[in-house]
């Protein structure tokens, strides 16, 4: 189909709305990015005594325009509300190790699913994807009782345990999809040369599971980047605050003032976004192997 | 003997890590939360649990009930039949509304139009960002003073004029004019909820579908074509079926995840109650009104239901072809 | 050469000193609702650092917003929470006396009772114990634009209920809206509400429900609930206020969006610095035999606790004291709040709207503290959820009497 591009009138439709949707996919960012450049006067409107004429004159919000004074002290306000730095790194900690166990775990559970032989393998592989509809928040109180008793309240592990086992599913799924493109020839000739079947797995499959971590890393990285609730409850100290918990609680500070908000809002999503436009199609491809695989 | 014995070992160990994680912090939970349901307690009193038998339940569907005498809803501030049917609808608009289009603008992208890559890149970008603030700028937009975007655009294009008037004679459940307050009132807040998820994930589902079009064998496209068929009935007879099992997954992504969807909510609007869903509701039962079983039991409903729906929707999607995951 | 070294090695050797010194200052960490845009930051700010000098402590704050601050603190474990935390008087603070929680103050209070009447402990005391500083106190405040009524006829705010009523009705003609009340943080309607309620079935039995001695049963409750909700439909509260929060509502006023704006007497160091002509008032009386004009609604809300878990409590109630005076100190000069410990200071230079205030406290004809304190966090929550039903005039006076009284009795 891809030879057959011809020129056709209907094409120019389509193109039409596609652009369309990509003005109301863009534009909401564009508005953010504005509105943190500007200050309230021109985000709110204003009006003014007209010197000349002794009249009130009503100066309209500018909604769509470039700030006519470009605000940058919003992003000082923003930084220094908080500790937004220690925030990202935070989150970054917590995601990497997450990613980290998430990846280990589920390589693993899912060479003891695939790779060898033993009654029962489905029901387990069954039981695992329960955790793919059990929504995360329903878990608070008992995680919390949980964490409490281990004493690990208000630690990173607070984060990186439950996120783990949140993600868990998905990268089991996800991994048996990559995993059963391995030829099992491979694990025989290992056997036959003698190798046990940690040795196989670590020599073996581990080193072909590369392109899997991508994809794992990023389903396990949606899920706990942005996580809210958990991270609320079971991190008190701002010393292991997360991202968003530290962008929620920067907006508590500044609730009138909306370049402030603006400029925490950029701040919080330009990270991601320069990744995204440096590796997306990386990323896309991840993410697609993901879902055929699985 | 010591051989099976060994490799049985080995097979636990590998299993290992993963199942502490899951029963540990998703099983045990489970089973907690079911034993919480049928207690009352305080976790910040750290008070003793106080058996109530199936009286968290009474309460939680009592507010379901019509009392026979008044003809009137049992009055009741939990809400739970408001925050199951909020869950639906928003599982409906999201099955129904932005599962098609996503599925159209994959059709069309996947067609080989000039450009597909960057179309896919700028409609999949949202899902990265955090829904926090996607909640946060939204709420900026839906703003109704000076300077909410949506609408400042409603004024600047007149529209207001007559939709706000419109809106306001659809309002049943409050007497107040409707002035562009769109999280303000029951019949517009789970909308105003329902439009940045859609803005959100439909970019998401549309890069699922994408691939699955792209894994359909050329060879079956090009004897449709030659066959004479259209560009509809390729769509319909031949990719639909092909990408059911994509489908399936999209539908139940949508589903559970209208079920589960709370940060986008709590951070859209302070006061949820006007678009509750299960999750905001058992938040506030929880931390709000610190009664910890009685948001164990809506935290239990909440799982039944997830359980529910992504086995309604398996077996809506079972058929003799396709195969179930 | 090697004067030079010596003397740097001695200086080294010195700062050394200082800074193993300076570690030595034991550290306490408080948790506060005082934000950027609270109005009592400027309070914190000032208190903090005198308290630090005076004391030799160093103290660690962190503030957080008021509403997701009430779910915060009260999800925090025990071995969690800072040494010092802000808190609400009444059943807030109560939920962790009886919990645990808190340290007790009794020991401490006697070194400070000339300056806290004892009086003003009364809402967080339990069994006899007192466990909360009170820092200032507050009450529901009617605050009004004088040049808005000025357009619409009026030298002076209403003090008669049918007074009021025309004077909206006046402004309302004018093109102004006379109320805003943000409908985001429902506790903005309670300040609007309970004051109806107040001066149409007195305090006496106002009180008598909040402590769950009474029943909501009562068709005077209807009637005030009713007559509230008559001024929202017939538009005298800005109907944007649904979905605004209240920052946004105050700055409103401020600028002179609305007439009147009824909220804690915390706003008044703002509104009387903003440029304008405000003053401040009470709702006028609906029942006549039952309420006078000088019952309000508030008492002596805000409180520092100290908790139970921390590593040092005897130093740490030491600073919540001092912290606790001079809060209230900062804090009445710039108007935050009024003066629950006796002022030892010069106060001639309290605003004039924080004075006006202050009278009107001092001939207060009875009291009723915020429902929302006074009650416990179950009963407050469903009472807080009707109450946002009755702004957004999904329920009337009589379904709003007849919920409360089927839920919480």
């Known amino acids: 189909m891809r030879e057959v591009r011809k020129f056709k009138p209907s094409n120019i439709i389509v193109h039409i709305l596609l652009l369309i949707l990509v003005l109301i996919n863009l534009f909401p960012l564009y508005w953010m990015v504005t509105f943190s450049l500007k200050n309230n006067d021109e985000i709110l409107g204003y009006s003014y005594v007209d010197e000349a004429t002794g009249e009130r004159v009503l100066v309209p919000p500018n909604h769509v325009g470039l700030p006519q004074h470009w605000e940058w002290g919003n992003y ?12 990202f790194i935070n989150s970054l900690a917590v995601s990497t190790s997450v990613i980290a166990i998430t990846v280990i775990a589920s390589f693993m559970a899912t060479y003891a699913l695939t790779r060898m032989v033993w009654k029962g393998r489905k029901m387990m592989n069954k039981f695992f994807m329960l955790g793919l509809t059990i929504p995360i928040h329903a878990a608070i109180v008992p995680v919390f009782t949980i964490l409490s008793k281990m004493k690990l309240l208000n630690t990173y592990a607070a984060l990186i345990v439950p ?3 949140f993600s868990l599913s998905m990268g089991i799924l996800i991994s048996i999809g990559f995993m059963g493109d391995i030829p099992y020839d491979l694990d025989e000739a290992a056997f036959l040369d003698g190798c046990g079947v940690w040795k196989i797995f670590f020599r073996v499959i581990a080193p072909l599971m590369m392109p899997a971590i991508a994809t794992v890393g990023i389903y396990t990285f949606l899920q706990c980047w942005n996580e809210l609730l958990f991270a609320t409850i079971f991190v008190s100290s701002g010393k292991y605050r997360t991202l968003p918990v530290g962008v929620q609680q920067l907006f508590g500070q500044y609730t009138t003032d909306w370049g402030p908000i603006g400029a925490a809002l950029t701040i919080a999503t330009l990270p991601t976004m320069i990744v995204y436009i440096l590796l997306s199609k990386r990323i896309q491809d991840s993410f697609i192997a993901g879902a055929v695989k699985g | 003997m010591k051989r099976t014995f060994t490799y049985k070992l080995n097979i636990f160990l590998f299993l290992l890590p993963a199942l502490i994680l899951f029963i540990g912090i998703l099983i045990a939970p489970i089973i907690m939360s079911a034993y919480y349901s049928f207690h009352e307690f305080n976790l910040v009193a750290n008070t003793d649990m106080e ?39 928003l599982a409906a608009l999201s099955t129904f509304i932005q599962l098609p289009l996503a599925l159209i603008i994959a059709l069309k992208l996947s067609k080989g139009i000039r450009g597909e890559r960057a179309y896919l890149s700028i409609f999949f970008m949202p899902v990265l960002i955090s829904t926090v603030i996607i909640g946060r700028l939204w709420m900026n937009i839906y703003d109704p003073g000076q300077a909410g975007l949506l609408n400042a ?45 859609l803005w959100q994930y439909v970019g998401y589902h549309m890069l699922l579908m994408y691939a699955g079009i792209k894994g359909v064998p050329a060879d079956l496209l090009e004897a449709a074509q030659l066959d004479g068929c259209t560009e509809g009935q390729v769509n319909r007879f031949i990719i639909i079926p092909y990408i059911k099992p994509i489908l399936k997954v999209c539908v139940i992504f949508a589903v559970t995840g209208s079920l589960k969807s709370f940060d986008l909510i709590y951070a859209l609007m302070k006061d949820t109650s006007r678009a509750e869903l299960p999750s905001t509701l058992m938040y506030k039962l929880l931390f709000l009104h610190q009664r910890y079983g009685l948001g164990s039991t809506v935290a239990v409903i909440l799982i039944v239901l997830c359980f529910l729906f992504a086995m309604l929707i398996s077996l809506a999607f079972r058929d003799k072809g396709a195969k179930v995951a | 050469m090697k004067k030079v070294c010596a003397l740097l090695l001695a200086l080294t050797m010195v700062l050394g000193m200082a800074s193993a010194f300076a570690d030595e200052v034991p550290t306490l960490t408080l948790w506060c609702i005082a934000t950027e845009s609270d109005a009592n930051r400027p309070a914190y700010e000032a208190a903090i650092p005198a308290v630090e000098e005076a004391l030799g402590v160093k103290i660690e704050w962190e503030a957080f917003e008021n509403d997701s601050y009430k779910t915060k603190i009260k999800s925090t474990s025990a071995e969690e929470l800072p040494d010092i935390f802000f808190t609400w008087s009444g059943a807030f603070a109560g939920d962790f006396a009886t919990a645990g929680k808190l340290y007790c103050l009794d020991e401490e209070y006697k070194n400070y009772t000339a300056d806290l009447p004892e009086v003003m402990l009364q809402n967080s005391t339990y069994d006899g114990k007192h466990y909360a500083v009170p820092l200032t106190m507050n009450i529901v405040t009617l605050f009004a634009n004088m040049d808005l009524l000025k357009e619409a006829g009026y030298d002076a705010v209403p003090t008669t209920y049918d007074d009021l009523m025309a004077c909206c009705a006046a402004l309302k003609e004018k093109g102004i809206i006379p109320f805003g009340c943000s409908g985001n943080a429902t506790w903005c309607v309670t300040e609007y509400l309970e004051p109806i309620i107040e001066k149409t079935i007195g305090y006496e039995a106002m009180n008598e429900i909040f402590a769950g001695r009474a029943t909501w049963n009562d068709p005077a409750i209807a009637t005030a609930v009713d007559t509230f909700q008559k001024m929202i ?5 800005d109907p944007d206020g649904l979905s605004l929060d209240n920052d946004t509502v105050k700055a409103n006023f401020i600028a002179g969006k609305y007439a009147f704006y009824q909220n804690g007497s915390w706003n008044c160091g703002e509104i009387n610095d903003a440029e304008g002509n405000f003053q401040a008032a009470l709702f006028p009386v609906m029942d006549a035999e039952k309420a006078t004009y000088g019952q309000v609604i508030g008492g002596p809300n805000d409180a520092l606790a100290v908790s139970a878990a921390s590593k040092n409590p005897e130093l740490a109630a030491k600073v919540a004291f001092a912290l606790g005076k001079e809060i209230c100190h900062y804090g009445y000069l710039a108007g935050s709040g009024l003066p629950a410990w006796t002022p030892d200071y010069d106060t001639s230079a309290v605003k004039p709207l924080v004075a006006d205030v202050a009278k009107m406290v001092a001939e207060s004809e009875g009291m009723v503290l915020f429902g929302d304190n006074a009650m416990s966090a179950d009963p407050a929550n469903v009472y807080l959820s009707y109450v946002a039903k009755v702004y957004g005039c999904e329920i009337d006076g009589a379904g709003f009497i007849e919920a409360l009284t089927n839920e919480l009795q």
């Open chain 3, 233 to 237: 439909i017939d538009g005298y509260f």
């Open chain 2, 51 to 89: 058996y109530v038998g199936l009286n968290n339940y009474r309460i939680l569907f009592s507010s379901m009930l019509t009392n026979p005498n008044t003809g009137k809803l049992y009055a009741n501030s939990m809400y739970l039949g408001d925050a199951l049917a909020h869950s639906l609808i």
């Open chain 1, 163 to 165: 996120y783990a086992a």
């Open chain 2, 153 to 197: 655009g409603l004024r600047a294009l007149g529209i207001d004029k007559w939709l706000f008037p419109a809106i306001t004679s659809r309002i049943t459940s409050s007497k107040l004019p409707f002035t562009g307050q769109w999280t303000g009132f029951r019949e517009t807040a789970l909308l105003a909820a329902f439009i940045p998820i």
């Open chain 1, 76 to 87: 000082n306000k923003a930084m220094n509300t908080g500790n937004m730095g220690q925030y």
